[in-house]
């Protein structure tokens, strides 16, 4: 049984507002948004951080890289949209699952 939030999310145990999802990846709205607009992006494999993914990795990174701006679209971004990934305590990531985030629409905060 993993421990892990976002991988009891995947698997239905702990709801979430699903956007879309398909066989290497998982996508839900963020619980606490920060933007209008704020949306996960997380891959089904468990991967902890950035910094723990690989060459093995490659083609399920690129599928989520390359599904940002359709997934933005899905959510009205028709303009463009924010996508940060946050890797480590350095980085300020609080829950050990890799995942993307997307933000936009009103209410952007500075990023500065
Ligand atoms: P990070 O700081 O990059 O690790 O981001 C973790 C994000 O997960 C934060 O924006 C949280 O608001 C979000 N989050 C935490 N728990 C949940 C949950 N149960 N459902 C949806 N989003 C969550
Ligand atoms: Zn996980």
């Known amino acids: ?3 892990c939030l976002f991988c009891k999310i995947i698997a239905g145990d702990i709801p979430s507002t699903k956007v879309f999802e398909d066989d290497l990846i998982y996508v839900f709205k963020d619980i606490n948004p920060k933007a209008s607009v ?8 468990h991967i902890a951080r950035l910094d723990h993914a690989n060459t093995e990795h490659a083609d399920l990174l690129a599928h989520m890289m390359l599904s940002l701006p359709n997934l933005a679209k899905s959510q009205g971004l028709d303009d463009g949209f924010r996508t940060i990934i946050n890797t480590g305590p350095g980085g300020g990531q609080e829950v050990d699952h890799l995942h993307i985030h997307i933000l936009g629409g009103s209410h952007m905060p500075g990023f500065n």
């Open 38 to 45: 704020h949306i996960l992006v997380i891959p089904k494999q």
């Open 1 to 3: 049984m993993t421990d």
